[in-house]
């Protein structure tokens, strides 16, 4: 029995030693560089965590069946080590804690969400680990001064943005009646920002400013003011249960407003399951597959989007053509940097200047890109009831005409 | 604070019915709990999960092309399944403990149920479309979506069903002879354990129907129980234990209460208020029954 117990512990040990003596050669091992990430795989972000997931995996064996990363004139794969954040902002922070300092991961990928990406970030930044991240649009994230810290999106304060100056254009320049609905969260109340900025700059006036409780799934009230005070732009933002209650209630309720604008209207399938309901709405995107952008490795969003399809059976969401975004970023800074110091291919990163698939890539110093627009597509459906997505704004993108105002629903 | 609700009359007479709508579903949910709660002294903190599990089924018959309405027969079928499991494994080990025992039992169930929700369905937020239309009043003013009146007449006709069979059948009998002195029930013969199995079971069943209801009129999420739970245990509170009508007119109340507290302080503090109502309600139901107990000594 005690010699059992011995023996045991005797080779509980060795695997310990043996786990952590393995762990902390990863970085850079023979021809990998090891990337380290915290994912939600599992609660409540789960699903944009797999989108995450996905976007990074695709990128990982595009690059890698490529030719890889040349750095000092030998060929380098990329490898991810991913953990399990649970959707938890602590457990992500202690996540990369363990990446950074148990893994000894030397570069980072960002998790998903603004909130999860805003609790991961001054870990980063004490140890000096760059990280590229691709779901976190929150603007706070870029005032506070982070060095190491790079987003491929366009910060949040940019989503709607367009569309109240689209609806101020459409008014023949004059000023708007805005009403807007947004959740509590770092999100929605930077798009929030936005909208305000955008109202204060075309003299616009907002007439209804309700905020959206984290449990929403009746938003009646609201609607009954927009259905009484007839504003010209209605703008909703609370994430995919946001985008789902407001397309349910407006439709039920037969609200008509000339402008309906949105975000998270692919990741709440608006198109695809809500059809006529969801017909007419505006959303906010941070990428589409129809734009034009190129690369080498992906060529151009319809192919990525094939190939994605190809892959995981579902058309890929702007989650994660982001986050294949954020590979390519690190692949053209590691070759720049033509090295793996750290500092070195932060200063790299930084002078970013680049064309991928999913837009044109260039960090402002507070991490943000400054060099992608948002698009704005509008949901469309034809007379057999099949809806489709189609950009409508900026025009140089545009692939069908804004429909405004939109119909009463009388007369539909 | 906004007082829209003063200016625009329409506006009110909407929240009322709103609220009146709203609040005969969440009476539905009460009434389970308050059965249960009767007769086993369990406080159900994963009434709420249940609901959303009724949700769920409903969600998935939408999704396989069948009419989600069908689910509020369904999903009480299989929750009633549920419910008896749920008692054969873990409540008939807590039903005769303390009260903190059951809480923090039901309390580790509702945290299991949410996870295994959110495993199996994921994190997305689902909801099944009825297609039935809306109903315009006072020159369309006053819209009510028939999902709501429909879930409105179907929790009515489920209550209904339930208080006959409780008046006339057999089983409705010994329930309520259990909720009134389990001992005295067991030593006429009656079979408790099949009591306490039954009513967790009706329990359930009665979350079912509700859930599926709200997959039709709201929107489902595996998260999303916790409200429900509040919202039943603050309608049983003010109504007491076995009082029916006294939870259908608490939780029109509640309903109504929460109509107007979204109108008048902002959505944000819908659920909030409902919170702030519950402390009130619990501190004047101490502070009356501290004077009652000065009175006795």
Same mark, same amino acid.
């Given at each position: ?135 976190g649009a929150s603007r706070s994230l870029f005032t506070k001064g982070y060095k190491y810290l790079f ?113 998270h209207c692919d990741a709440a399938k608006l198109s695809k399951q809500h059809g006529k309901n969801s ?134 | ?20 709508? %709203?609040?005969? @579903?969440?009476?539905? /949910? +009460? &009434?389970? *709990?308050? #059965? ?8 159900? $903190?994963?009434?709420?999960? %249940?609901?959303? @599990?009724?949700?769920? /089924? +409903? &969600?998935? *018959?939408? #999704? ?8 509020? $027969? ?12 749920? &008692? ?12 903190? $025992? ?196």
């Open positions: 029995m005690r010699l059992n117990k011995i023996i045991l512990s005797f080779v509980s040990a060795l695997v310990i030693l043996f786990s952590t003596s393995v762990a902390s050669f990863a970085k850079v091992v023979g021809d990998k560089i090891i990337l380290g990430a915290a994912i939600s795989l599992t609660g409540k972000y789960s699903s944009n965590g797999v989108h995450t997931q996905n976007g990074y995996n695709m990128a990982v064996d595009r690059i890698n069946s490529m030719g890889g990363v040349k750095v000092g004139g030998k060929t380098y794969k990329f490898d991810i080590i991913y953990y399990d954040d649970e959707s938890n902002p602590k457990r992500a922070a202690q996540l990369a804690e363990r990446l950074i300092s148990q893994d000894g991961v030397e570069f980072m990928l960002g998790p998903y969400s603004s909130g999860l990406t805003k609790a991961i970030a001054p870990v980063t930044e004490k140890y000096g680990v760059p990280m590229v991240e691709a779901n987003a491929v999106l366009a910060p949040a304060n940019l989503y709607l943005d367009v569309a109240i100056e689209t609806a101020v254009e459409l008014n023949g320049g004059k000023p708007v009646r805005i009403a807007q609905a947004f959740e509590q969260d770092a999100f929605s109340q930077d798009v929030r920002l936005g909208i305000l900025d955008a109202a204060e700059r075309t003299g616009s006036k907002i007439i209804i400013d309700d905020k959206l409780p984290k449990e929403l799934n009746d938003m009646a009230a609201t609607l009954v003011k927009v259905k009484q005070m007839r504003p010209d732009v209605l703008v909703v933002s609370g994430h995919t249960k946001g985008a789902l209650t407001a397309i349910r209630q407006i439709a039920e309720m037969k609200v008509d407003v000339p402008m309906l604008a949105m975000t017909q007419y709405a505006l959303c906010a995107s941070q990428w589409h597959k129809s734009l034009t952008y190129k690369d080498d490795f992906f060529k151009d969003g319809m192919t990525y989007a094939a190939d994605f399809e190809k892959e995981f059976g579902y058309d890929p969401p702007y989650q994660s053509a982001e986050s294949s975004a954020a590979l390519l970023v690190f692949k053209d800074a590691f070759e720049r940097a033509n090295s793996f110091d750290q500092k070195k291919v932060r200063d790299a990163l930084a002078a970013t200047n680049m064309q991928t698939f999913y837009g044109n890539i260039k960090f402002a110093p507070g991490g943000q890109n400054v060099d992608k627009p948002m698009v704005l597509f509008q949901v469309m459906c034809d007379a057999s009831g099949s809806c489709e997505n189609k950009v409508v704004a900026p025009l140089k993108w545009a692939s069908a005409k804004l429909i405004h105002p939109i119909p009463k629903w009388s007369e539909r | 604070m906004d007082f829209l609700v003063f200016q625009y009359p329409m506006i009110t007479v909407q929240a009322c019915l709103d609220g009146i709508l %709203l609040g005969v @579903l969440f009476a539905l /949910i +009460a &009434y389970g *709990m308050a #059965l249960q709660w009767g007769v086993m002294n369990i406080i159900n $903190i994963a009434q709420g999960d %249940l609901v959303i @599990l009724g949700g769920y /089924i +409903a &969600y998935f *018959m939408y #999704l396989y092309g069948i009419h989600p309405a069908w689910g509020v $027969i369904v999903a009480p079928v299989i929750m009633y399944f549920v419910g008896i499991a749920i &008692y054969k494994l873990v409540i008939n080990k807590v039903v005769d403990r303390d009260l903190f $025992i059951s809480i923090l039992a039901t309390f580790g169930i509702s945290i299991l149920f949410m996870q295994l929700m959110n495993f199996a369905f994921g994190a997305d937020v689902v909801l099944a479309n009825s297609g039935y239309g809306t109903t315009m009043l006072f020159d369309s003013n006053v819209v009510l979506p028939n999902s709501k009146i429909f879930s409105a007449f179907i929790s009515i006709l489920f209550a209904v069903c339930l208080v006959i069979y409780m008046k006339k059948s057999k089983l409705g009998r010994a329930i309520r002879a259990t909720a009134q002195n389990a001992r005295a029930a067991k030593i006429l013969g009656v079979d408790t354990e099949k009591v306490y199995a039954a009513t967790f079971g009706i329990n359930a069943a009665l979350c079912g129907v509700a859930g599926a209801l709200i997959s039709i009129t709201f929107t489902i999420h595996p998260y999303m129980g916790l409200p429900y739970t509040i919202r039943s245990f603050m309608i049983v509170i003010v109504a007491g234990l076995g009082n029916l009508p006294g939870v259908a007119m608490s939780g029109m109340g509640l309903g109504v209460f929460e109509e107007f507290a979204d109108y008048i302080l902002g959505t944000e503090f819908r659920i909030g208020s409902v919170f702030l109502l519950l402390v009130l309600i619990l501190v004047y139901r101490r502070f009356k029954l501290s004077r009652k107990r000065e009175y006795l000594k």
